[in-house]
């Protein structure tokens, strides 16, 4: 990609001087003009044209190559001072070096996936990545890319006649693209201070399947337990640091439970595993209580959850592009991966604030600017939040038909229960039209969609039987793997279901004393919380529902901007998913907690690059970014090397999560 | 890849001259319009010009055609002039209904696994986690001194040098292509998936091939790793055991694990003795240098020999020794001597295996039988009356290494043998210190005395060729030998049999006590390996290596065994067929006292038979000794097993050479 588009602005610039040389021709020309003027300029001007594009082309591919590899390094130290020594080079020179084993969790989205069967159209890309790497198959053939992404309706598994497989080692996560690291940064520079293969894991899985299928088809889960008890073992008996990020946060505690829980189910690894074999847990960006953004992208495909994607193709899953069917392949496509529905918020009202109140309610969407760069203490804090107290956003309610229905005090909304409406009307010819894009609106018909609107806001749990009226069969295989409630009761045996496993408020942490648990993400980028619908119109095979880009806030400090509320968060995951469980559910003996593992909260503040030389910046806070954030990459490496989260300086918060949690009403 | 796209152009431009001349054709009209302004600069300067923009243009449209190739292209391409390809192994395979059962494990040799850079020298500057072995090599050409600095090993320690750390490639694509389009176990993979197997179930089990195999578990705890990897994918795949497949030097690697796995803890892995019984179904062992190859005596000796023929095929530019001056040669001699894991290919057995001054196993070879033969496995009987009646001249296998070749030749009592083992060394190159500092090589320190005593001993067998290389290398054969060792046991009970330097040479280990393994040897048969060498001194320049061999010597006659200095015998461009098969053949064959508990042993040859024409690539029958990982034939037998079947179901042994006869003649206490 890098090649081929920066020759395509040099030439006009390299013309200039070909234009130098024509004259050669053109002065001949001129002599000549008596006989064959108007040919002569025209078809030769153009093969000269085209002859010095290619060569020029040619002569930058080769500059390019031939380039030292520090040139760009060069030229952006000529331009803004020198760089800061990465963190791996600094920590080096105070004499830190390799102790404990580290494991990569990869997201979703992150990791490669690759072809090892497929139908007749995939020939020739055996053991080629569908996912990550350069996409190119996306552009040359994407439904049958679409069709060998997509995994079967029913079992949440592969459909016949196609495998589809992690990528395995380092590899698998480390680029996502060609120049769009993940995990590489880290990886470097935990090479810096003498880490290599034999001492960092990368877990990767199929992350479009559910936790406990990554075990059943490809014994993950075991992999992950063989892998790190190896490391332990070689290593002297060091536990593993392990360094999940985004949804590996969830896979990992699924991990954890499943690794102490008896054979068929579990892993059989006894009681003490986690005891045994982990030092820390340093979650990043982990949305632990789901992130609204999963909400949005499974009722109308619309959210920026694939964010990553999008970027690098907007053509192609923007809905102009092949047609209006685009989106609506997007959403049967996504709605195959049982995965997406591990980040629907839990905790319901408790958690997420009801129809009249929500724990972010005093957020001020402005105030970004104004914070410093200091960490503070969050008793501090209070204080200052409760005096602004300026327009009260319900992000409560997270969705809402219509930017009215969002602002009206609850007393003046008139909701109609959408539970019992008739499903059975359907369109009449869509079904022969669209069957190759079935998304289950099809058959939910006219009235339930006007039902839909009709309830006109939606609260967490709202918003589940929201998905179970729009989506059931998708929520019905769904329910097998997940669960978004809170445990009254945690020793009640029902919990000893691996489907409770990834939500950390049906599940206790394990019984490991030494252990730590970090919670590192990314503050000060405004982040999707609430939503306001609207019906889309009506074409042949459509979602019915689209987001009311109109809505606005209307100042410039509002938090409703293109129909989302934002909040303080890592631009994808909000504050307080990633927060809550360390800040307050966790920390100290709870029940949820029963042995008192140690809590960390690390927030790093956003800071975008300076300049477009910085590339993705070594302060940012974006989910994603945050993996080259060099304050984030120094803490892993210091705890990686032997620290504690005490001599780390213990919490370093930005944003209001204490007081936010404190807002909470959860019995611990 | 970048290999093809520059040189596919370079043939085209002729064709360009057609719009090139017609241009210049259309200024000869113009010419008589134009009075004689700057007709010659215009001439010249834009013909010019003009070919440059077409190459160019050209040249892109290719590579746009190229990319926009549908993939199967080439393959219609072929069976429109070959006719309709054979279904690969795996389809056919499958559509009996065989699907996967055992996981498999790959245990790639020498040279083949990719090795990548972890730490380096500023030299290296952004090459971190880059291929530095395998892949494009884009960095021998652009850097050759850092590279090979990067790719040495410690001198004294055979170890990584301080500041460097190079560590192999984990995963299937450590060595499923050595280089882009190069395939080593890329075909295997293919078709064990059309049978449903996927990474979950095949394990390649990378190491660094630099190291001896027992410091790969010092510094990266391979064999550790191994251990576990086979110990899970059992036990994820409800307890089926694994099917090892040890290619090359990985054959001798993979000996050393299973001494290694069962030995108890601070030295072996603690895995108890019956370790490989309960895990290991059966090793398939795919042209494995058992006995090791006489090439690494030469390459050690003089640096000459094709052991890195693979690469050297790749780029032979940068290992011959014209390109970057005479230093090359020396240069690759140092890095490869630094490289423990070349030892453990030095011939084993002494003259009890290979032969000594006057006999070897293989004296009745014939080099021309190769043509005549047809392509039916012989009963080794037959040969035996068929060979006998034509005897022709008997070559003297058992010297392996002979100075002239009137010494090779000559019955033993003619040889005049000085010893050279009390020679004076020290007698230093006066001024070679100062030059040569960089391209180290041992021979400065043997100095002229010591040549001339080395070239004065005449002849040297597989027993004296170590005391050679002692003689001449004495640093790295006492590295090596904390490692490696070459005899043969007596007593294989002698507690001294439990160091790890022995796991690797299997006439001085048992066999695991597993009844239910069973051992394959698998290579390839029909190609003129390299067996023994007629050497010559060099002529002396300042920094060289005194010996070299003699590339005049030649047979005379079409039927002789000695070409270009080498004398060759049957086996698979790389390993004599002694080497491969005698451990099975023999040595292991039955209960013998190297194979206590009766192992089953099969021996499967391929016979080789060239690509038919250029589309075919490296062919589908190939006997070479990495070609042979895309024979159809191993391949399918290779499948079967994994599927569940027993050597017996296969078809027991499958033999083309001489191997049986061979091995009769070797007098060896079983």
């Not at chain 2, 057609?18 to 259309?26: D, E, M, Q, V």
């Not at chain 2, 693979?310 to 240069?331: K, Y």
């Amino acid at each position: 990609m890098l090649r081929r588009r920066k020759p395509e602005k040099k030439p006009e610039a390299e013309t200039s001087v070909p234009v130098a040389v024509t004259p050669t021709p053109a002065a001949v020309s001129v002599p000549a003009a008596a006989t064959r003027p108007a040919r002569w300029s025209c078809v030769d001007t153009c093969c000269w044209f085209i002859g010095w594009i290619c060569f020029s082309w040619w002569v930058l591919l080769f500059l390019y190559h031939a380039a030292p590899a520090s040139l760009t390094q060069q030229v952006t130290e000529a331009i803004s001072g020198p760089m800061p020594d990465p963190p791996g080079a600094l920590l080096r020179k105070e004499g830190v070096t390799a102790r404990h084993p580290v494991v990569f969790v990869p997201g979703i989205v992150t990791g490669g996936l690759e072809l090892w069967e497929g139908r007749p159209c995939a020939e020739g890309l055996f053991r080629k990545r569908l996912w990550g790497g350069t996409f190119g198959e996306v552009y040359k053939r994407p439904s049958c890319w679409l069709e060998h992404m997509s995994l079967d309706n029913e079992t949440g598994l592969d459909p016949p006649g196609i495998r589809i497989r992690a990528v395995s080692g380092l590899v698998a996560a480390d680029y996502f693209a060609a120049g769009y690291f993940v995990w590489a940064v880290l990886i470097a520079n935990l090479a810096h201070i003498g880490y290599e293969e034999k001492t960092m894991y990368m877990a990767s899985y199929d992350w479009r399947l559910s936790f406990q299928n990554t075990e059943v088809r490809d014994q993950t889960l075991s992999r992950i337990k063989s892998n790190i008890e190896l490391m332990v073992a070689t290593n002297g008996g060091k536990k593993a640091v392990v360094i999940p990020h985004s949804m590996g946060v969830l896979y990992f505690l699924h991990f954890m439970k499943w690794v102490e829980a008896p054979a068929p189910m579990g892993g059989g690894g006894g009681s003490d595993w986690c005891a045994r074999h982990i030092k820390a847990v340093m979650n990043i960006g982990g949305p632990l209580l789901g992130v609204p953004k999963a909400i949005a992208g499974l009722f109308s495909a619309e959210a920026k959850d694939v964010a990553v994607a999008r970027e690098k193709a907007p053509g192609v899953l923007d809905s102009d592009f092949f047609g209006l069917q685009t989106l609506p392949h997007i959403m049967r496509l996504s709605r195959t991966w049982d995965s997406t529905m591990s980040m629907i918020p839990k905790g319901g009202d408790t958690i997420w604030g009801g129809l009249d109140w929500s724990p972010e309610e005093g957020y001020d969407c402005s105030d970004k600017k104004k914070s410093e760069n200091v960490p503070h203490t969050s008793e501090e804090f209070r204080v200052g939040v409760d005096d602004i107290h300026i327009s009260n956003v319900n992000y409560g309610r997270i969705i809402s038909f219509g930017k009215d229905v969002a602002e009206a005090p609850s007393s003046n909304i008139k909701r109609i229960n959408f539970r019992d409406a008739v499903t059975g009307n359907n369109f009449a010819h869509s079904n022969n039209s669209c069957h190759d894009v079935w998304t289950e609106y099809h058959e939910m018909g006219r009235e339930g969609i006007q039902a839909v609107a009709d309830y006109k806001s939606y609260t967490t749990s709202d918003v589940l039987d929201l998905l179970h009226f729009v989506a059931p069969k998708m929520m019905k295989r769904g329910g097998a793997h997940f669960s978004y409630g809170i445990a009254d009761d945690l020793d009640d045996p029902k919990y000893k279901h691996y489907k409770y496993w990834s939500n950390p408020l049906e599940t206790k942490l394990p019984n490991a004393p030494d252990m730590e648990i970090y919670a590192l993400y990314g503050v000060g980028i405004p982040t999707e919380r609430a939503y306001v619908y609207k019906l889309a119109q009506p074409a042949e095979c459509y979602i019915p529902f689209q987001i009311d880009i109109t809505a606005d806030g209307g100042s410039k400090n509002s938090c409703l901007k293109d129909g989302v509320y934002n909040v303080n968060g890592d631009e994808t995951v909000p504050v307080l998913s990633a927060g809550f469980m360390s800040a307050k559910a966790w920390r100290g003996k709870t029940r949820f907690n029963p042995t008192g593992i140690k809590q960390y909260i690390r927030e790093y503040n956003h800071a975008p690059p300076a300049n477009f030389l910085e590339g993705r910046g070594t302060q940012s806070g974006a989910h994603v970014d945050i993996m080259g954030n060099f304050a984030l990459i120094e803490d892993i490496l210091r705890v990686a090397a032997g620290a504690t989260g005490e001599e780390l300086g213990g919490d370093r918060v930005y944003s209001d999560i204490f007081t936010w949690s404190k807002k909470i009403d959860l019995q611990l | 890849m970048p290999i093809l796209r520059r040189r596919r152009p370079a043939h085209p431009p002729p064709q360009i001259d057609g719009p090139s001349t017609s241009s210049a054709a259309s200024d000869e009209k113009e010419k008589p319009s134009v009075p004689m302004a700057r007709k010659p600069r215009w001439n010249c300067l834009d013909s010019c010009c003009w070919i440059i923009g077409c190459v160019c243009s050209l040249w892109w449209i290719l590579l746009f055609l190229y990319n926009a190739m549908p993939a199967s292209f080439p393959q219609y391409v072929t069976e429109a002039i070959t006719g309709p390809l054979p279904d690969p192994p795996g389809v056919k395979l499958r559509k009996e209904g065989l699907s996967a059962l055992h996981p498999v494990v790959f245990v790639p040799g020498i040279v083949t696994g990719g090795l990548e850079l972890w730490e380096g020298h500023q030299c290296a500057d952004g090459l971190f986690r880059k291929r530095l072995w395998g892949g494009t090599f884009g960095e021998v050409y652009k850097r050759p001194l850092c590279w090979v600095e990067h790719m040495s090993l410690d001198n004294e320690t055979g170890l990584d040098p301080p500041g460097v750390r190079v560590r192999p490639v984990t995963g299937l694509v450590a060595a499923d292509y050595f280089a882009p389009g190069y395939f080593v176990w890329a075909v295997l993979i293919a078709n064990l998936a059309r049978i449903g197997y996927e990474e979950k179930t095949m394990y390649m089990a990378a190491y660094d091939w630099r190291l001896s195999f027992q410091n790969t578990e010092v510094r990266d705890q391979t064999l550790s790793s191994i251990k576990s990897n086979i110990e899970l994918m059992v036990e994820t795949n409800g307890g089926k055991k694994v099917v090892v497949i040890p290619h090359s030097m990985g054959v001798l690697y993979f000996l050393h694990f299973m001494k290694w796995v069962e030995a108890p803890a601070p030295m072996g892995g603690g895995g108890g003795s019956d370790w490989c019984q309960k895990h290991i179904k059966a090793v398939m062992n795919i042209g494995g240098p058992f006995l090791g190859v006489p090439k690494a005596v030469t390459g050690l000796f003089s640096a000459e020999a094709k052991d890195v023929a693979v690469a050297r095929a790749i780029a032979p530019g940068v290992l011959d020794s014209d390109f970057l001056g005479l230093q090359t040669l020396r240069h690759v001699m140092r890095m490869t001597r630094t490289w423990d894991s070349t030892m453990s290919m030095i011939p084993k057995g002494g003259d009890t295996i290979w032969g000594g001054l006057d006999w070897s196993p293989e004296e009745c070879y014939s080099c021309i039988s190769k043509r005549k033969r047809s392509n039916d496995s012989i009963v080794s009987q037959d040969v035996k009356v068929e060979n006998a009646n034509h005897q022709p001249n008997i070559t003297n296998y058992g010297r392996i290494i002979s100075f002239g070749k009137d010494v090779a030749e000559v019955p033993s009592a003619q040889i005049e043998m000085i010893d050279f083992r009390d020679a004076v060394k020290g007698n230093n190159l006066a001024h070679s210190n100062g030059s040569c500092g960089d391209v180290w090589t041992e021979y400065h320190e043997v100095g002229w005395g010591g040549v001339q005593a080395v070239s004065d001993y005449k002849v040297y067998t597989a027993g004296s060729i170590l005391d050679l290389l002692r003689f001449v290398a004495p640093k790295m054969m006492q590295r090596g030998s904390a490692h490696f060792s070459y005899g043969i046991a007596d007593n294989l009970d002698d507690p001294k049999y439990k160091h790890y330097k022995y796991w690797s040479n299997p006439l001085e280990t048992k066999l695991p006590n597993a009844p239910d393994m069973e051992i394959y040897s698998m290579y390839g048969v029909g190609i003129l390996t390299e067996r023994a060498y007629v050497y010559k001194r060099s002529p002396s320049s300042e920094c060289y290596i005194p010996f070299q061999i003699d590339t005049s010597a030649d047979g005379g006659h079409e039927g002789s065994c000695l070409q270009g200095g080498v004398y060759l015998v049957n086996g698979d461009e790389t390993v004599p067929v002694l080497s491969a098969g005698y451990m099975c053949a023999k040595g292991w064959r039955g209960k013998t006292r190297f194979n206590p508990s009766g192992i089953k042993t099969y021996i499967r040859e391929y016979d080789h038979a060239p690509p038919a024409n250029l589309l075919e690539g490296r062919g589908t029958q190939s006997g070479a000794h990495v070609d042979i990982m895309g024979n159809f034939a191993l391949i399918e037998d290779i499948i079967r097993v994994a599927a569940g079947a027993t050597g017996e179901d296969l078809g027991g042994d499958q033999v083309h050479s001489d191997i049986l006869k061979w091995s009769e003649k070797i007098n060896l206490q079983l």
